[in-house]
């Protein structure tokens, strides 16, 4: 009992070091939005700037410095493999939509999850542009700037409201014929956590995703009574070797179970 209260405190610490820490960020990504910046690209196509870079320094002196024992994985920093041997790991996009943010337009966030023994435990993903704060602790619910938000219910398909690549949504359709898709929405973690509450029925992530793309909303989701899992119904796991995945689905409970048994059925190619 005495550990699990232990840990509780901890975890209690944690969250009020990480919503003060990524409100920071998103402050400082804000100041720098729609500004000259320098940028390159890495890995032959993914865009990064000297936002990208500032804003990581933030998150990690501040996190790290608070707790050092803690393990470090972020887009923006070198793979260190000792975080595989640390408990609780810190897995961070410090600019999720980087594209989005540099051609100026206005959904990206700053996306953060506290990562323990492969499943999150805290996240906080914060949209300055939209003023949209995101936070979830396990066990506790999800909270948008404040207030407890919930995944919508059911199980119909009303595509307008589903966001992902649009091979992926075509799929879920039965009756052939065109629908109505969703917007495309650039940033991959609001996308997610837009299905939390109830701005989206569901959300796909396509192939390629990584953790840091995918912690902190994952939790949130969760936490709104919602279910994130890969397209054969089994759960992610974080803060492994290997951080890349494939096709992946968001939404309510009842909704993600449908979505899941229909892929069954009709498995990708």
């Known amino acids: 009992m005495a550990d699990a209260d232990a840990n509780e405190t901890i975890l209690t610490r944690d969250a009020t070091l990480l919503q003060d820490t990524v409100r920071d960020a998103g402050a400082l990504a804000l100041s720098m939005f729609r500004t000259e910046l320098k940028k390159w690209t890495k890995g032959g196509s993914s865009p990064v700037s000297e936002a990208d870079i500032a804003v990581n320094d933030l998150l990690e002196a501040r996190l790290r410095g608070a707790t050092p024992d803690y393990g470090w994985l972020s887009e923006e920093s070198a793979d ?52 949209e704060f995101f936070f979830a602790a396990r066990g506790q619910g999800t909270m948008l700037n404040g207030k407890q938000v919930t995944a919508t219910t059911g199980s119909a398909l009303d595509f307008s409201r589903i966001a992902g690549p649009k091979p992926m949504v075509e799929r879920l359709n039965t009756l052939g014929g065109d629908i109505k898709l969703h917007p495309r929405i650039g940033s991959l973690a609001l996308r997610l956590c837009r299905v939390a509450h109830g701005g989206l029925d569901a959300a796909f992530a396509g192939g390629n995703s990584h953790d840091w793309d995918l912690a902190a909303a994952d939790l949130i989701v969760q936490e709104a009574d919602g279910r994130m899992s890969d397209l054969s119904g089994d759960p992610i796991l974080y803060n492994r070797r290997e951080v890349t995945h494939g096709v992946l689905v968001a939404a309510g409970r009842d909704r993600h179970a449908s979505i899941v048994a229909h892929f069954r059925n009709r498995p990708l190619p």
Request: hydrophobic share 40%; with cysteine; net charge negative.
């Open 80 to 131: 260190d493999s000792t975080r595989l041997s640390r408990r609780l790991t810190w897995i961070v996009d410090p600019i999720d939509g980087t594209r989005n943010y540099l051609g100026g337009h206005d959904e990206w966030c700053v996306s953060v999850a506290l990562v323990e023994d492969a499943s999150p435990v805290l996240a906080a993903v914060f949209a300055p542009t939209s003023d």
